[in-house]
């Protein structure tokens, strides 16, 4: 079963507090999504460690209720 919008956004912004998630569904089928998250939290860190920190947010579910998740990462100013 897909993992509907609302639990993606819910996962990152519980690993990464105070997170800002814009979220497009790429294919209409809650099964691929892209990501825009803004978050404090990324300050200092590579664009790698960033997108690891949002794809830590899902553990298990990765690749199987959650199929494809492109990622794109904003430092807040």
Do not use: C, N
């Not at 079963?1 to 800002?20: D, F, K, V, W």
């Not at 497009?24 to 404090?40: R, S």
């Not at 939290?41 to 949002?54: E, I, L, P």
């Amino acid at each position: 079963m897909p993992m509907p919008g609302h639990e993606i956004e819910a996962a990152i912004i519980a690993a990464l507090p105070g997170a800002i998630v814009e979220l497009t569904d790429l294919a209409g089928d809650d099964d691929h999504w892209a990501a825009k998250v803004t978050a404090p939290q990324f300050a200092g860190k590579s664009r790698v460690q960033q997108h690891k920190m949002v794809y830590a947010a899902f553990g298990d579910k990765m690749g199987g209720e959650l199929h494809a998740l492109q990622v794109t990462t904003v430092v807040p100013k």
